[in-house]
């Protein structure tokens, strides 16, 4: 099956027109930084085929947006497999929406979590470089695997050290943003 997307227009159109439902999958900390706001915060990591029948089962239209489109179409893909249709994905994402002028939420800015890769797998890659020169070579192994990772990432679009980086404390919210109806 095929994702089908719209632009952030198209949305805006659809929303003036009536009630939709538009969910946000990217993280609580990337949720409170900056969103639609008529957005519901729905993680990707959340996505379960219980929950999708649960709380998606039904026929409406469905709006997934994310950062920048290619989580969303992730989530497109979740919910179409599990059955459900009538799902839209919102083309270039929050910050296409932004940029066409729609309802943003601002909230507290963070590091983003591509960033805080960059850094992570720059400063093993460079630890494992050093490392290997001056104390013992076994240690360039460790750039070697930070090198691997970074084009298994590349290659699925799917970031491990990302996963683990957003579990981390800093990349907590205290309380579940789409839980706060002031937010929307």
């Given amino acids: 099956m095929n994702v089908i997307e719209i632009t952030p227009a198209e ?9 939709i439902e538009l969910i946000d999958v990217r993280t609580p900390v990337e949720f409170q930084e900056m969103h639609v706001s008529f957005a519901k915060l729905v993680p990707l990591d959340s996505l379960s ?10 026929t409406e ?9 290619s989580r969303g179409k992730k989530a497109c893909e979740l919910l179409l497999a599990s059955g459900r249709t009538n799902v839209f994905n919102i083309q270039g ?7 066409a002028g729609l309802p943003i939420t601002h909230g507290k800015k963070i590091m983003s979590l591509e960033r805080q890769v960059r850094i992570a797998a720059g400063f093993l890659v460079a630890l494992g470089s050093l490392l290997g020169f001056f104390i013992d070579p076994r240690w360039c192994f460790l750039s070697t695997f930070v090198g691997c990772g970074l084009m298994f990432a590349g290659i699925t679009d799917t970031c491990g050290m990302g996963i683990m980086l957003s579990k981390m404390p800093w990349n907590r919210v205290s309380s579940n943003p789409s839980c706060n109806p002031s937010s929307r």
């Avoid at 949305?11 to 009630?19: C, D, F, N, P, Q």
Wanted: charged share 25%; with cysteine.
């Fill in 93 to 99: 994402g929050t910050l296409a929406c932004a940029q």
């Fill in 49 to 58: 085929e219980k929950m999708m029948a649960e709380k998606f089962g039904g």
């Fill in 61 to 69: 239209p469905l709006y997934v947006v994310c950062r920048s489109g």
């Fill in 11 to 19: 949305l805006m159109e659809r929303k003036k027109a009536g009630t």
